[in-house]
């Protein structure tokens, strides 16, 4: 695609582990051994079989925003514990972890940047954290993205990723479906395109609320894609789920997202449709 | 009282009934008056029951919040409204018998009132699904609300559900995309809407009819992000641990007035909700009255600045040294 003018460069993955030697990975879904670097100049895209690997939300920064345009904003939230929740370990220790685990106070990451020149509001989540579940704090980042959004009058894109509520903010936590979803209600209302992309895996609250409302849906291959988990489900009906059941393509052929899309031609697909609804 | 025996703080109560109901076959068939004995033995009927539901332990309150001889939705709806007038399916797929709605007067006022539907049988549970809505319930339940819009009336939803059904068709026709389209699109809506949680309100299947300028809570039901069950599965890693997850969740009537997410708890007859349908609905018709002409001194432009207002301040969180949120207030 011609108007895509941006070079590709080789990611810099944040959970790239440090042992010495590790210069090589093995892919989950077919076995292949990946060296390291060829791996991420892919995306994190198995060159065997196509394999998306998860991937941190700095990375999904890296590969959808211009170089060096992405700010970031509300850096410094962070959860509290409104209900001085504890299970085997209290949740303010829970959350210590995994700031010290990911280097990040939350789920997401959120700021403002360019894709293929247009300004974006952006808010991309991080499934290390804690699952990438759902309390205060990822709420109120995603409801400020899409407040910067309708300030601004520019698109809103959010990533998600999440395995759904975060339990130790009992009824906060739900409530964060109602908050970001009245809140994408006023955008639509102002008529601003809201990019939804699903990347595995999103279940739970996250897409049962704003990761379902974009005026258009992607989803990376593969990706687990739901509102009960799949063991709940078998729990329920007591049998086993056929091959593929909520995996992106499963959603693409029963009408629930638009496209799904390849990450390397992830940016490709945002700016353009982004051009077509903006300029 | 048929499964009230799993109930141990009832057992005292139903045995003073098992004496009340004995004195007064004996006084019938010998033609006694035994009116002081019966006095006494209700005055310590209702003295009971006040004090076994004062101080109900979070998962005592769980499971009055599903006592099998609770009122459901349609039992409020007949005793609470007059004159309702039940509509059907969602246009597009299939009724979902676990969402019922329709336009129904309350204090002679049309309101469309839609609620989450329990069957009170084995025979009805199949056709309500146990009160587990399918994508089908939330959209016909966008429907009716859609309607009531159109035509100025207010909407009244009743939260009582184990949550959205968790089976193949539903996540094939899209319960998440149903319920995160219902909370968007009750966030815009030009019309009050008042929710009740009745029983059990449980996730996402009852916030997808609960995004309302008011929440009131039933003073025995619960409202909770997961069922204590579940919750326990996952992080004591047994569902036997569940009386330590309903503590832990804070997800009583009491709990979420004090975390600012219910508005209004509405008091139950004593001995519960099930001890007395009429007292029960009469509760809530008050309430709902009451909120109803609060709310009609807004018009729809304020009705929705302030609905946006209240469900953007939903949490807490830490920025810098300070913590804000207006929902910590308590
Ligand atoms: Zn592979």
Same mark, same amino acid.
């Given at each position: 695609?011609?108007?895509?003018?941006?070079?590709?460069?080789?990611?810099? $993955?944040?959970?790239?582990?440090?042992? $010495?030697?590790?210069?090589?990975?093995?892919?989950?879904?077919?076995?292949?051994?990946?060296?390291?670097e060829k791996l991420a100049e892919n995306l994190h895209v198995c060159l065997s079989c196509g394999h998306h690997f998860r991937i941190a939300a700095p990375d999904y920064v890296g590969i959808l925003c211009d170089d060096g345009s992405f700010e970031e904003y509300d850096a410094d939230l962070e959860s509290g514990d409104p209900l001085g929740f504890a299970d085997s370990k209290p949740y303010p220790?829970?959350?210590?972890?995994? +700031?010290?685990?990911?280097?990040?106070?939350?789920?997401?990451?959120?700021? /403002?940047?360019?894709?293929?020149?247009?300004?974006?509001?952006?808010? +991309?989540?991080?499934?290390?954290?804690?699952?990438?579940?759902?309390?205060?704090?990822?709420?109120?980042?995603?409801?400020?993205?899409?407040?910067?959004?309708?300030?601004?009058?520019?698109?809103?894109?959010?990533?998600?990723?999440?395995?759904?509520?975060?339990?130790?903010?009992?009824?906060?936590?739900? /409530?964060? /479906?109602?908050?970001?979803?009245?809140?994408?209600?006023?955008?639509?209302?102002?008529?601003?395109?809201?990019?939804?992309?699903?990347?595995?895996?999103?279940?739970?609250?996250?897409?049962?609320?704003?990761? /379902?409302?974009?005026?258009?849906?992607?989803?990376?291959?593969?990706?687990?894609?739901?509102?009960?988990?799949?063991?709940?489900?078998?729990?329920?009906?007591?049998?086993?789920?056929?091959?593929?059941?909520?995996?992106?393509?499963?959603?693409?052929?029963?009408?629930?997202?638009?496209?799904? +899309?390849?990450?390397?031609?992830?940016?490709?697909?945002?700016?353009?449709?982004?051009?077509?609804?903006?300029? | 009282?048929?499964? %009230?025996?799993?109930?141990?703080?009832?057992?005292?109560?139903?045995?003073?009934?098992?004496?009340? !109901?004995?004195?007064?076959?004996?006084?019938?068939?010998?033609? *006694? !008056?035994?009116?002081?004995?019966?006095?006494?033995?209700?005055?310590?009927? @209702?003295?009971?029951?006040? @004090?076994?539901?004062?101080?109900?332990?979070?998962?005592?309150?769980?499971?009055?919040?599903?006592?099998?001889?609770?009122?459901?939705?349609?039992?409020?709806?007949?005793?609470?409204?007059?004159?309702?007038?039940?509509?059907?399916?969602?246009?597009?797929?299939?009724?979902?018998?676990?969402?019922?709605?329709?336009?129904?007067?309350?204090?002679?006022?049309?309101?469309?009132?839609?609620?989450?539907?329990?069957?009170?049988?084995?025979?009805?549970?199949?056709?309500?699904?146990? =009160?587990?809505?399918?994508?089908?319930?939330?959209?016909?339940?966008?429907?009716?609300?859609?309607?009531?819009?159109?035509?100025?009336?207010?909407?009244?939803?009743?939260?009582?559900?184990?949550?959205?059904?968790?089976?193949?068709? %539903?996540?094939?026709?899209?319960?998440?995309?149903?319920?995160?389209?219902?909370?968007?699109?009750?966030?815009?809506?030009?019309?009050?809407?008042?929710?009740?949680?009745? =029983?059990?309100?449980?996730?996402?299947?009852?916030?997808?009819?609960?995004?309302?300028?008011?929440?009131?809570?039933?003073?025995?039901?619960?409202? %909770?992000?997961?069922?204590?069950?579940?919750?326990?599965?996952?992080?004591?890693?047994?569902?036997?641990?569940?009386?330590?997850?309903?503590?832990?969740?804070? *997800?009583?009537?009491?709990?979420?007035?004090? *975390?600012?997410?219910a508005d209004e708890v509405v008091p139950e007859p004593a001995g519960g909700a099930h001890a007395d349908w009429d007292a029960a609905a009469a509760a809530v018709r008050e309430a709902l009255v009451r909120t109803l002409t609060e709310l009609d001194a807004l018009d729809a432009d304020e009705l929705r600045r302030r609905r946006w207002a209240k469900y953007e301040a939903m949490g807490t969180w830490?920025?810098?040294?300070?913590?804000?949120?207006?929902?910590?207030?308590?």
């Amino acid at each position: 695609m011609a108007w895509f003018r941006k070079e590709k460069k080789p990611l810099k $993955p944040e959970d790239r582990r440090d042992l $010495p030697g590790d210069v090589f990975e093995k892919c989950g879904a077919c076995g292949e051994i990946l060296y390291r670097e060829k791996l991420a100049e892919n995306l994190h895209v198995c060159l065997s079989c196509g394999h998306h690997f998860r991937i941190a939300a700095p990375d999904y920064v890296g590969i959808l925003c211009d170089d060096g345009s992405f700010e970031e904003y509300d850096a410094d939230l962070e959860s509290g514990d409104p209900l001085g929740f504890a299970d085997s370990k209290p949740y303010p220790e829970r959350i210590q972890a995994a +700031v010290k685990k990911t280097g990040r106070k939350e789920a997401v990451l959120a700021g /403002m940047g360019t894709i293929d020149g247009v300004e974006v509001s952006l808010a +991309v989540m991080d499934f290390r954290f804690v699952g990438g579940s759902m309390g205060s704090v990822v709420g109120e980042k995603i409801a400020r993205a899409a407040r910067r959004a309708e300030e601004r009058n520019v698109p809103l894109i959010v990533v998600s990723a999440s395995g759904g509520a975060r339990m130790q903010e009992g009824i906060f936590s739900l /409530m964060q /479906m109602s908050k970001t979803s009245a809140v994408l209600g006023r955008l639509h209302e102002a008529g601003i395109p809201y990019i939804s992309i699903l990347t595995d895996p999103t279940t739970g609250g996250v897409t049962a609320s704003f990761a /379902m409302l974009g005026d258009v849906n992607l989803a990376e291959p593969g990706a687990l894609i739901g509102f009960a988990g799949p063991r709940v489900i078998e729990e329920t009906i007591r049998q086993e789920l056929p091959e593929g059941f909520q995996r992106a393509e499963f959603l693409l052929e029963h009408g629930m997202v638009d496209r799904v +899309v390849d990450r390397r031609e992830l940016r490709a697909t945002v700016a353009g449709l982004l051009h077509h609804m903006v300029d | 009282m048929a499964g %009230s025996s799993r109930f141990e703080f009832e057992r005292d109560i139903a045995e003073i009934q098992n004496q009340i !109901d004995r004195l007064r076959t004996v006084a019938d068939e010998g033609g *006694l !008056d035994v009116s002081e004995q019966l006095a006494e033995l209700r005055g310590k009927l @209702d003295a009971l029951k006040e @004090d076994a539901y004062r101080d109900l332990t979070p998962i005592e309150q769980v499971q009055v919040a599903r006592h099998p001889q609770r009122p459901y939705s349609l039992d409020y709806i007949e005793r609470a409204f007059t004159d309702f007038v039940e509509l059907h399916g969602d246009r597009l797929y299939r009724d979902d018998e676990a969402i019922v709605g329709g336009w129904a007067r309350l204090d002679g006022r049309p309101v469309m009132v839609i609620g989450q539907q329990k069957g009170r049988d084995m025979k009805e549970n199949l056709r309500r699904n146990f =009160g587990m809505p399918h994508p089908e319930g939330y959209r016909k339940a966008l429907r009716l609300m859609r309607m009531a819009e159109k035509f100025g009336r207010p909407v009244v939803t009743l939260i009582d559900t184990p949550g959205a059904y968790p089976g193949i068709g %539903s996540e094939e026709r899209g319960i998440a995309e149903a319920i995160a389209t219902n909370l968007r699109e009750m966030s815009r809506l030009r019309v009050p809407v008042v929710s009740v949680v009745i =029983g059990e309100g449980m996730s996402g299947g009852a916030l997808g009819i609960g995004l309302t300028d008011r929440i009131l809570m039933l003073e025995h039901a619960i409202y %909770s992000v997961i069922s204590p069950e579940g919750c326990a599965a996952i992080l004591w890693r047994s569902a036997e641990h569940k009386d330590k997850a309903a503590t832990a969740l804070r *997800l009583t009537s009491r709990d979420l007035l004090q *975390l600012g997410v219910a508005d209004e708890v509405v008091p139950e007859p004593a001995g519960g909700a099930h001890a007395d349908w009429d007292a029960a609905a009469a509760a809530v018709r008050e309430a709902l009255v009451r909120t109803l002409t609060e709310l009609d001194a807004l018009d729809a432009d304020e009705l929705r600045r302030r609905r946006w207002a209240k469900y953007e301040a939903m949490g807490t969180w830490i920025e810098g040294p300070t913590e804000s949120g207006a929902a910590t207030a308590s």
